[in-house]
């Protein structure tokens, strides 16, 4: 088998093979003619702001409840004693949002059982819910929301019982 110039295919792919050769031994050195638009006002590695900190602190159902989104206030929420800062969803999770019902409490149970219903949530000055009802596929469903959320959005602290400060 040898190699046949004559077919416009083998042509097309020497010629081809020729001219990367000749791009990677002899590259442009010319300077572009426009500045990109992302330079023109300079570079700074800072950011415009700093995003506000926030501090890894015990939480009960009482104390989380406050940060429902509403008025523009942070947003956290609880799957089984792990509270995530969830702002940055405030789409999903804040007023009007989908699971808004979330926002500022324990989402467990409707998390294990895949229902955003507002009969899901331990009413706040009750004991935390045991989860010991729970099938293992569900158990199985809320570990997986607890990865998901753990990759998403920053853990910020742990939910406690009401007198356990």
Not at 37 to 61: A, C, N, R
Not at 127 to 140: A, C, V
């Amino acid at each position: 088998m040898s190699f046949d110039l004559t077919t416009p295919v083998n042509t097309a792919l020497l010629l081809y093979i020729l001219y990367t050769v000749q791009r990677i031994l002899f590259p442009s050195n010319s300077v572009p003619s426009t500045v990109p638009i992302e330079f023109k006002s300079g570079y700074s590695w800072m950011p415009k702001s700093h995003p506000p900190t926030l501090l890894f602190k015990t939480y009960t159902p009482k104390t989380l409840e406050p940060f429902n989104g509403e008025e523009g206030k942070r947003i956290l929420l609880a799957i089984k004693g792990v509270v995530y800062d969830v702002t940055a969803g405030r789409n999903f999770y804040g007023p009007n949002g989908m699971y808004a019902n979330f926002a500022g409490r324990d989402a467990s149970r409707g998390m294990a059982k895949q229902s955003f219903d507002v009969e899901m949530l331990t009413p706040i000055d009750q004991p935390l819910d045991k989860l010991e009802d729970l099938t293992s596929e569900e158990i199985e469903s809320m570990k997986g929301w607890m990865d998901h959320f753990s990759s998403k959005y920053i853990v910020c602290g742990r939910l406690v019982e009401n007198d356990a400060t």
